[in-house]
């Protein structure tokens, strides 16, 4: 574990210190913005998967943004091991700056298995390997993404969609588990309301909570196909919903999240990280 406050590569981030059985510590990626949202989600991912059986790999996780973290502060992540069963083990994290809880978290774990079980993916027929233009990629938080030239096949034909294809910047290794946390990592890059503007609010802003299914496994260090839509808006909240597909358009991973759209002008317009 290295004594830098900051990591130079997403694995680096990804492996944490152990301070106890159940208590990590991680070190933050370089940026000038307040804490990456998508770095602490994974590294809540990472530190339950640190107590749980090697052969159990993360199946969903819900988690709440509760207080904006700090880069200049490491993060705390105190796991609770809620429950060991036969096939799925559930986890609750609570990442902490200052003694306070900025994310909490809960995940699942299932056991692997040999076992061949059907499997349904209805658009898979319908997407196919997208095209993508990799003269366009931009460095941003230890990841890159391009969200230009990429071509769908059977592509909504509003133009509400977000594409974004990303992958960690670094090699990452073998081990499951980190590419499971990478892949939380990169599925905060995107906005879901880049395209809707709505009567003056904001079409992006601050996360307020973050869900994920995984399906496929799938390397978070080579391209994956991150596909959003803006589901729902109400009290200033605002829904969207994505899909994050492999190499051969196998779907990885059914996420969502939901942000505050506040008034125009209040928090700027497009909130992607910017390269630091």
Same mark, same amino acid.
């Given at each position: 574990?290295?004594?830098? @406050?900051?990591? &130079? /590569?997403?694995? $680096?981030? %990804?492996?944490? !210190?152990?301070? +106890? ?110 095209? @993508?233009?990799? &003269? /366009?990629?931009? $460095?941003? %938080?230890?990841? !890159?993404?391009? +969200? ?113 759209? &506040?008034?125009?002008? $209040? ?10």
């Amino acid at each position: 574990m290295t004594s830098s @406050l900051h990591a &130079s /590569t997403l694995l $680096e981030a %990804l492996t944490l !210190e152990r301070l +106890d059985r159940d208590l990590f510590r991680g070190i933050n990626v370089p940026t000038d913005l307040h804490l990456y949202g998508g770095q602490v989600a994974a590294q809540s991912l990472a530190a339950a998967g640190g107590t749980v059986d090697p052969d159990r790999l993360p199946h969903s996780l819900h988690g709440y943004f509760l207080r904006r973290g700090r880069g200049d502060r490491p993060v705390i992540f105190e796991v609770d091991r809620d429950r060991d069963g036969g096939s799925f083990s559930s986890r609750h994290v609570a990442a902490k700056q200052d003694g306070e809880v900025i994310f909490s978290m809960i995940a699942s774990f299932q056991r692997t298995t040999d076992e061949d079980w059907p499997s349904y993916d209805p658009d898979l027929a319908s997407f196919g390997p997208p095209e @993508l233009d990799s &003269s /366009t990629h931009t $460095e941003v %938080l230890l990841a !890159e993404f391009s +969200d230009q030239g990429i071509v769908v096949p059977g592509e909504i034909a509003d133009d509400v969609n977000e594409y974004l294809q990303v992958r960690s910047l670094h090699p990452l290794g073998d081990d499951p588990m980190i590419q499971s946390s990478a892949l939380v990592y990169l599925s905060d890059l995107g906005t879901g309301f880049r395209k809707i503007f709505l009567n003056g609010l904001a079409n992006s802003g601050p996360s307020i909570d973050h869900f994920v299914y995984f399906h496929e496994p799938v390397r978070s260090d080579e391209w994956i196909t991150f596909h959003m839509w803006p589901s729902a808006a109400k009290s200033r909240r605002g829904l969207y919903l994505g899909h994050m597909r492999g190499p051969s358009s196998q779907l990885a991973a059914v996420m969502g999240q939901e942000c505050l759209l &506040s008034r125009a002008g $209040e928090f700027p317009v497009d909130q992607r990280p910017t390269s630091t």
